[in-house]
């Protein structure tokens, strides 16, 4: 296991957002484990959480062009990874996220941020 997993798997762990028990998921499935992101929920959690998935995108050799970030727990996961791949990786892309639900007025539309272009990573 790479230094930066076992950096975030430590770092969930801490925050309480990995949990190991017993539990039902929304499919009726028991899993053994639960992953909750919304207890990143902290500007010091969300930018560290920004750090681990910047460098799982560099470790991994993937090229993107852009980010996106799906509605609704994609915005914060997308804002926070662009962040950290322009300060700590050099790399800064362009990124979106959509709403769901599209907007009538002032500019319109469902897509938020630089357009959809290129090798997108969601």
């Known amino acids: 296991m790479e230094p930066y997993q076992q950096d975030f798997i430590r770092f969930a762990l801490e925050s309480g957002a990995l949990r190991f028990g017993r539990y039902t998921l929304k499919s009726g499935r028991v899993s053994p484990y639960f992953f909750n992101a919304g207890l990143f929920n902290t500007g010091r959690r969300i ?15 993937f090229d993107a062009d852009m980010l996106f970030g799906p509605a609704y727990k994609g915005i914060p996961l997308v804002t926070a990874t662009a962040a950290a791949l322009a300060d700590h990786h050099a790399r800064d892309l362009p990124y979106a996220f959509n709403r769901k639900e ?14 959809l272009a290129g090798r997108v990573l969601i």
Do not use: F
């Open 47 to 61: 930018a560290r959480l920004g750090r681990c998935y910047a460098a799982a995108i560099v470790h991994s050799g």
């Open 102 to 115: 599209v907007k009538d007025h002032g500019e319109g539309g469902n897509v938020v941020g630089a357009p």
